[in-house]
């Protein structure tokens, strides 16, 4: 099993910057892709960002320029810089880890962190 604990949510105006952590726990050591996830409410929960184990990112497009996921692969961390906020970034962010093991896909979640951006 891996656990997963977000951390780094909060309050922020518009145009103010968060980051935002998650650290793995558990059975770390087939982790390959680790990323963010957000929901809003009333609507479903939507890609933020991935990154490899090996460093290979993947954006939503509409994040591209204002989010950046980064890795340390040796704290079994991902981390979300966010940056020029809006309002419409207001979610709860989820982090999200896969591991193959023996060809069988495992995937896990965090319970999540509320950020709140104000107009």
């Known amino acids: 099993q891996v656990q997963l604990v977000e951390s780094g949510g909060g309050l922020v105006q518009a145009g103010g910057s968060l980051r935002l952590s998650c650290a793995a726990s558990?059975?770390?050591?087939?982790?390959?892709?680790m990323g963010w996830y957000r929901q809003a409410p009333g609507k479903q929960r939507d890609l933020v960002a991935t990154?490899?184990?090996?460093?290979?990112?993947n954006y939503a497009d509409s994040l591209k320029g204002r989010f950046t996921i980064s890795r340390d692969n040796a704290k079994n961390t991902v981390y979300l810089q966010m940056n020029s906020l809006e309002p419409e970034d207001t979610a709860v962010y989820y982090c999200?880890?896969?591991?193959?093991?023996?060809?069988?896909?495992?995937?896990?979640w965090g319970q999540g962190t509320q950020v709140t951006v104000s107009s």
């Open positions: 990154i490899t184990s090996a460093g290979s990112t």
């Open positions: 558990g059975r770390t050591f087939s982790i390959n892709t």
């Open positions: 999200n880890a896969d591991r193959v093991v023996f060809g069988t896909n495992f995937n896990y």
